[in-house]
């Protein structure tokens, strides 16, 4: 038995798509479906349907998941456990979060913790929403912290877990004050004249939820660029390059300085919620103080 093999089961279950589960496992396609056969044969009985499509959990699949997560959960625990009792420290209070937060929210909120939170030590994994949830899923992580949109699903199952919603911001669009003067670029104008658009990698979530924002309406864009990090895009924005949705946190600096502005109407806002998940009977006393401060 391989912990791997575990670890892309529940990847696979929650996907229920062979390429993306590699992809996200950071494997070959080919070495993934290997290991996924492994572990069948290890069992002696198939976890998946691979006639119907997409791909579906067998009976066996469906009983065998729950277990695979929890052993997982409870490996990373003891791991985590063992070690810091080796070095004679507190357990690291692991988090998941997307790096746009991670840079702009949550490691301003570890330094406000460090004064009445004793002994604290924060390890953060920054990376994609799904990656993020696979984290906290498979127990190698013990907070989960990313945005939520009323017109995009969740990606894992959040009644799973423990959630506190912590606040809301706004997605907005915005340019280079400089530059949209100069070109007079108006998102609410019937002009011929296209505004370069700095768009998102439309499989991420931020991607997701500008992509309904701006629905059917027929704004004067051109897509010019497109990346999955908010600091890649903001700092195209900011060369003059074009318009760009960030969340209003990203440029309150250079929105206040004047460097910085909307345009377009709030029509054209999205409303996005903070939220923090976590299981709460895996968190230790320091764990129970982050959520409660948080």
């Known amino acids: 038995m391989d912990i791997n093999w575990l670890q892309d089961f529940t990847c696979l ?14 494997i070959t396609q080919s070495a993934f479906s290997r290991r996924i056969k492994s572990l069948e044969n290890w069992l002696g009985v198939p976890l998946m349907k691979r006639s119907s499509y997409p791909v579906q959990l067998s009976e066996a699949g469906q ?7 929890e052993t997982i959960a409870n490996l990373t625990d003891i791991r985590q456990t063992l070690r810091a009792e080796e070095l004679g420290h507190t357990a690291f209070q692991r988090f998941a979060v997307l790096h746009t937060i991670s840079v702009n929210y949550l490691s301003r909120r570890i330094a406000e ?13 920054s990376d994609n929403l799904s990656t ?26 959040e009644r799973q877990f423990a959630r506190k919603d912590i606040g809301t911001e706004e997605m907005i669009p915005v ?3 400089g530059a949209v003067r100069a070109h007079g670029w ?11 658009y700095l768009g998102y990698d439309p499989n991420s979530f931020l991607g997701s939820v500008v992509d309904q924002t701006i629905g059917g309406r027929k704004l004067p864009l051109s897509l010019r ?3 999955a990090l908010t600091e890649a895009i903001k700092r195209r924005m900011l060369s003059g390059s074009g318009v760009a949705w960030l969340p209003e946190s990203v440029v309150a600096g250079e929105l206040k300085s004047g460097e910085v502005m909307q345009i377009g109407g709030r029509d054209l806002h999205a409303t996005l919620t903070l939220s923090l998940f976590c ?14 401060s948080l």
């Open 13 to 26: 279950a929650r996907t229920l798509n062979f390429t993306r589960a590699a992809e996200e496992r950071n």
């Open 63 to 69: 009983q065998f998941l729950p277990v695979a997560q």
């Open 113 to 125: 913790f460090e004064n009445s939170i004793p002994n604290l030590r924060v390890r953060i994994y």
């Open 132 to 157: 993020c949830c696979q984290l906290l899923s498979d127990g190698t992580c013990d907070f989960l912290l990313y945005y939520r949109h009323k017109d995009v699903q969740p990606v894992f199952e």
């Open 175 to 177: 340019a280079q004050t």
């Open 186 to 196: 108006d998102l609410d104008s019937r002009s011929r004249n296209l505004i370069p």
């Open 225 to 227: 660029y497109v990346d």
């Open 279 to 292: 299981s709460l009977d895996r968190l230790d006393k320091t764990g129970q103080q982050v959520w409660n």
